[in-house]
């Protein structure tokens, strides 16, 4: 059973229209992550919520912004995309510090 | 901030031979090395780890090994098989909840 889920699946916008991805999940970790990852490359942390205190990474850009209402939710927002956003975009869980991270199967989102 | 370094970037080996990709990290306070394996369009997904009190550790055919002196850390893979080929990801974390991921391996077992 799927203990990280991210919707959906795949996304399409266009160029500059506001998208939302979510991620829900079901282990009650502490600790969620958005990684970006492009074709070829490692995952590249954008953000993440320790409880709910958010750690914005100092190179990701200001049109990426998050939201997390509660322990099992978690929202990626990309206020104005731009077709260098097209990408997986990719939810992990974990408990606390130095810990196994969970990955959802990822959204990929194309950009028109 | 920490920085890992992931050799090498494709490897192709015989099926049924050993396949060894090897990982250096900078921060001396990183005590945590997980491997995720990554299949195409699919997520990451955790294989081994180890943390920096065992110098080795092994599930099956996959064994890790960690070397604090020399800051580096490695993968092995013996008896290869198709179903090996993906990308593996190498990361390390220290004193802290973040990941720092290597630049990833494209194995490709040759049948």
């Known amino acids: 059973d799927a203990m990280v889920i991210q919707n959906p699946r795949y996304q399409v916008t266009q160029f500059g229209k506001p998208v939302t991805l979510s991620c829900s999940q079901t282990?009650?970790?502490?600790?969620m992550y958005w990684y970006q990852q492009k074709s070829s490359q490692a995952p590249k942390l954008l953000f993440h919520?320790?409880?709910?205190?958010?750690?914005n990474e100092a190179d990701t850009p200001d049109n990426f912004q998050s939201r997390r209402p509660n322990t099992s939710f978690c929202f990626l927002d990309i206020r104005s995309p731009g077709l260098g956003d097209a990408a997986m975009y990719l939810c992990?869980?974990?408990?606390?510090?130095?810990?196994?991270?969970?990955f959802g199967a990822g959204t990929r989102l194309s950009v028109l | 901030g920490e920085n890992v370094e992931q050799h090498p970037s494709t490897l192709s080996v015989q099926e049924g031979d050993s396949a060894v990709i090897k990982c250096t990290y900078s921060?001396?306070?990183?005590?945590?090395f997980p491997w995720y394996k990554q299949e195409l369009g699919k997520r990451p997904q955790l294989i081994i780890d180890?943390?920096?009190?065992?110098g080795e550790k092994k599930d099956q055919r996959i064994a890790v090994t960690l070397n604090k002196t020399a800051k580096h850390f490695s993968l092995h893979i013996t008896e290869t098989q198709p179903e090996d080929s993906a990308v593996y990801f190498c990361?390390?974390?220290?004193?802290?909840?973040?990941?720092?991921f290597g630049t990833g391996t494209r194995l490709t077992i040759i049948p």
């Open positions: 919520y320790y409880d709910k205190d958010f750690n």
């Open positions: 282990l009650n970790h502490n600790v």
């Open positions: 990361a390390a974390s220290s004193i802290s909840e973040k990941l720092t």
């Open positions: 921060d001396s306070a990183s005590n945590y």
């Open positions: 180890i943390r920096s009190n065992v």
């Open positions: 992990a869980t974990s408990r606390g510090q130095l810990n196994i991270q969970y």
